[in-house]
């Protein structure tokens, strides 16, 4: 079975204009009491970023 057409991607032309963002959640907590790991991927550049956050405390702000 064919899958279908094939879609060309946006090709960003700024650094950061186009980001892909996930969390890595369950971890143990730390001393600053943080359990979860925000990460943040520019697709143009594939830079990351990686930031340790209290999900509790970071759901709460974002809502």
Do not use: Q
């Not at 186009?18 to 969390?23: A, D, L, R, V």
């Not at 594939?46 to 209290?54: E, G, I, P, R």
């Amino acid at each position: 079975k064919s899958s279908g057409l094939l879609h060309m991607m946006e090709i960003s032309k700024w650094k950061w204009d186009n980001i892909y963002m996930n969390f890595i959640v369950g971890l143990p907590r730390s001393i600053r009491n943080n359990d979860a790991i925000w990460v943040i991927i520019d697709r143009l550049t594939k830079c990351a970023n990686f930031l340790h956050v209290n999900i509790k405390w970071f759901l709460e702000k974002l809502t």
